[in-house]
């Protein structure tokens, strides 16, 4: 029995000495993403922060817990990555998707995909599910000025969350997988993790996998993906905000002109 345990052992180690570069580096970032996701779920939680008692000293204990969360995941999904593929792998910013890239593209892609946004998460919002669930922290619908933090240290979420798929696994992956599996590797937990979510935005997370990860391996820069990203839910929160300072419900113009008014 020893000696087949050895033998398989062998095996094994002949197996992975077998991989190249590439294939060894993968498997490092997939390994690496895996266990920088449990980290974040473990102590990057919102109740983790409230057992330490506030320690970063917000007024409101609770916008506290959700700069916790999001400062964790910018963390543990930008810094920590980029330094894996920097330092680590020795990957110029450009070969770690931290360049500009393409950003003619980008910024016209941008342009044509923001009015969109505006229209599909104004029909998204007149839903009750969505309603319940944005903006997350549900102070910031009681004042503009939180609202306005609460979207800033929102925006260094999602630079870790866009970082740790669309830069960190996608870039990580690609010259093992090839860019078109990569980017389908990167889809998979991503919208795993949307799970939770309402069922139309969970369904809509494969697809919004797909096309993010393609257009910024186009563009060879993640850095578009953040605000592409970062506009959906910030625009998703304002019109959440907005019926529920006015009351608007529906989709059409007098809902529309209710909401706004409920911007001064």
């Known amino acids: 029995m020893i000696d087949r345990l050895r033998g ?4 094994l180690r002949s197996a992975v000495g077998g991989l190249s570069t590439n294939g060894r580096r993968a498997a490092v970032v997939l390994l690496t993403a895996t266990v920088l996701v449990l980290v974040h779920l473990q102590i990057g939680g919102r109740g983790v922060y409230r057992s330490l008692g506030n ?4 007024a409101d204990p609770e916008l506290g817990t ?3 969360w999001f400062g964790m995941q910018g ?3 930008f ?5 894996v593929l920097l330092v680590g792998f020795r990957f110029t910013p450009r070969q770690a998707g931290l360049g500009l890239g393409d950003w003619k593209l980008a910024l016209g892609i941008g342009a044509l995909y923001l009015p969109l946004v505006v229209v599909g998460t104004w029909v998204l919002s007149d839903g009750a599910a969505f309603q319940v669930q944005y903006p997350h922290f549900f102070g910031a619908r009681e004042s503009w000025a939180v609202f306005l933090a609460y979207e800033a240290l929102f925006l260094f979420y999602w630079m870790g969350w866009e970082y740790l798929w669309r830069g960190f696994v996608l870039f990580g992956t690609a010259p093992a997988l090839g860019a078109p599996l990569a980017i389908v590797v990167q889809t998979v937990p991503f919208a795993i993790l949307h799970a939770q979510k309402p ?4 369904y809509l997370s494969v697809l919004g996998g797909l096309a993010l990860g393609a257009l910024v391996w186009r563009c060879r820069s993640f850095w578009i993906a953040v605000p592409l ?4 839910m910030l625009i998703l929160d304002l019109w959440a ?3 529920f300072r006015t009351g608007a419900t529906g989709i059409g113009w007098e809902a529309l002109g209710q909401a706004l008014a409920g911007m001064g």
């Open 199 to 202: 069922a139309a935005e969970a």
């Open 229 to 232: 990203h970062a506009a959906q």
């Open 79 to 83: 810094v920590i990555p980029a330094l």
């Open 75 to 77: 963390v543990l999904g």
């Open 66 to 68: 959700w700069a916790w």
């Open 55 to 58: 320690p970063l000293g917000f």
């Open 8 to 11: 398989e052992w062998q095996g």
């Open 241 to 243: 905000t907005l019926r």
